[in-house]
């Protein structure tokens, strides 16, 4: 008989083993009983709440993205309305310890590459950077007009590389100087 209550907390124990078994493995090249073995439960129950590893890969980024998102809005708030703090914000979140750790950056790697042949992941994806630049142009849009877009463009785009060369070379991941990149690069945007 089946304990009540218990599928939101295996789907949550799931979700945190699939990030820290790409985490480990630093690739999609898992497999479901690995997932499920580190959530210690069967892998026939994994299938059962999630169908296949994509689908448990997917909630994993859903939750990542959810974790990233509230971060933001906390930010946001923190920043009081002054559209420099925001962006500000903004940046700095995604480098925050826990949105930038080497199982997260692991799984954002994999996720670029499973958005390349997956529609489902492609379009979470798509709305994950839609939404970036839309906070990003909305707080620059005060500073500096019509050219918003394109700055937070370039600023988007150094987040994703900054993530990409951590993820490539590995090691402990450093936040501050991420952050310390982007407020320099803020700051040529400004000028």
């Given amino acids: 008989m089946p304990k009540l209550g218990m599928e939101p907390i295996r789907r949550a124990a799931l979700v945190k083993a699939t990030i820290e078994e790409i ?23 994994a299938h059962h709440y999630f169908g296949n590893k994509d689908q448990i890969f997917l909630a994993a980024m859903r939750y990542l993205l959810a ?16 559209p420099r703090a925001r ?8 480098f ?9 950056v692991a799984a954002w790697m994999n996720f670029y590459v499973l958005a390349r042949t997956s529609p489902r992941a492609a379009r979470l994806l798509r709305i994950y950077h839609a939404r970036l630049r839309s906070n990003l142009a909305h707080d620059l849009r005060p ?13 988007a785009a150094l987040i994703d590389g900054l993530y990409l060369k951590q ?14 990149q982007l407020l320099a690069a803020l700051e040529l945007e400004l000028k």
């Fill in 143 to 155: 500073l500096l007009g019509r050219g918003a877009g394109d700055a937070a463009e370039r600023l």
């Fill in 67 to 82: 974790v990233y998102s509230a971060e933001v809005r906390e930010a946001l708030v923190a920043a009081r309305g002054d």
């Fill in 23 to 45: 985490g480990v493995q630093g690739s999609l090249d898992v497999t479901v009983a690995q997932i499920a073995r580190r959530a210690g439960m069967s892998s026939a129950l």
């Fill in 167 to 180: 993820g490539l070379t590995g090691g402990a991941p450093d936040g501050p100087g991420a952050v310390r």
């Fill in 96 to 104: 925050a310890p826990s949105n930038f750790r080497p199982e997260v």
């Fill in 87 to 94: 962006v500000a914000a903004i940046l700095r979140t995604n």
